[in-house]
Nanobody, 119 residues
């Protein structure tokens, strides 16, 4: 069982930055891939990007890749989503999730953190 908890959400102005954290009990994220997802009101949840244990990351789109960076500190069992040049369309609840490297399904989810970007 992997318990995830997001933090760092809040209100930002367009063009601003936020850093989200996804923390798990020490040692429980070993070898897990951690993904970030977001869900805006009335929209299906969408994949933002992910990072594997060794720090290799991938992103859903060039638009996200140009502004967002996913990193992890394995010693702290924490994964980060640095979001720069925020846009109002980035407003959503952001979730982190974890899966085994060999699997495609994310089995463990955090409760989400709200990000609101004002224009």
């Amino acid at each position: 069982q992997v318990q995830l908890k997001e933090s760092g959400g809040g209100l930002a102005q367009a063009g601003g930055s936020l850093r989200l954290s996804c923390a798990a009990p020490r040692g429980t994220l070993r070898t897990y891939v951690v993904g970030w997802f977001r869900q805006a009101p009335g929209v299906e949840r969408e994949f933002v990007g992910h990072i594997n244990w060794w720090g290799s990351s991938a992103y859903a789109s060039d638009s996200v890749k140009d502004r967002f960076t996913i990193s992890r500190d394995n010693a702290k069992s924490t994964v980060y989503l640095q979001m720069n040049n925020l846009k109002p369309e980035d407003t959503a609840v952001y979730y982190c999730a974890a899966r085994q490297e060999a699997l495609s399904r994310y089995d463990y989810w955090g409760q989400g953190t709200q990000v609101t970007v004002s224009s």
